[in-house]
């Protein structure tokens, strides 16, 4: 069985993103959307504006499938029970608040796929970094799938600092934030002087 997803792009105050029925693992979906991206000739704005322009049931890359319901080309299948007019706008850290497995950010800019795990908690926990194109892909650091720690810890970094701020906001868990917050600083500090 596979998971409901959300898939997206970054944009001001979130993650405009659609829903998608059966998505799935990164190790599904990953390859799926390199080949959705080969299909647009690795234009990212392109693909992106096509996942973005309809909840789906699910996607494939597959020019020649069929199947009852309508199918967009060379990107899956829009969801038969119909498209909200416009996508939903997600918080990362927000409550997830749906039976929802994974979020899919892509960046356009860099071909980048950002994934993010839901926790037992209801929340948006980074899981990897997948790069669409397949030259980016086989030279990135590490295994071909991890992304660069410099990077995450940049995001991490940004994500507790915001986190810090809701919960100071919310009056609540500011002590716990604060140590994610120092442990992250020192990591990067440490890093900084190798």
């Known amino acids: 069985m596979s998971d409901r997803v959300y898939i997206g792009m970054a944009s001001r105050g979130g993650v405009t993103a659609r829903y998608l029925h059966n998505g799935d693992a990164p190790e599904s ?3 799926t959307l390199r080949a959705i991206w080969a299909g647009f000739g690795g234009d990212s704005r392109r693909m992106t504006d096509a996942l973005l322009a309809e909840d789906w049931s699910y996607l494939t890359a597959d020019r020649q ?3 009852p319901y309508q199918i967009v080309t060379g990107v899956g299948v829009p969801s038969p029970g119909g498209t909200r007019p416009r996508p939903a706008l997600l918080r990362l850290t927000g409550c997830i608040g749906a039976d929802i497995g994974w979020l899919y950010v892509i960046d356009p800019a860099t071909a980048v796929v950002a994934v993010y ?3 037992v908690h209801d929340r948006w926990l980074r899981h990897s970094e997948h790069y669409l194109p397949p030259a980016r892909h086989d030279t990135a650091p590490g295994q071909p799938d991890e992304p660069d720690p410099r990077r995450v810890w940049r995001d991490d970094l940004d994500d507790a600092i915001r986190a810090y701020g809701d919960a100071r ?7 716990d934030a604060f140590g994610v917050v120092d442990h992250l600083l020192d990591q990067v500090m440490s890093e900084r002087d190798d």
């Open 65 to 67: 499938h069929t199947s």
């Open 29 to 31: 979906l990953i390859p």
């Open 117 to 119: 795990e839901a926790t």
């Open 169 to 175: 906001e919310e009056g609540n868990g500011s002590a």
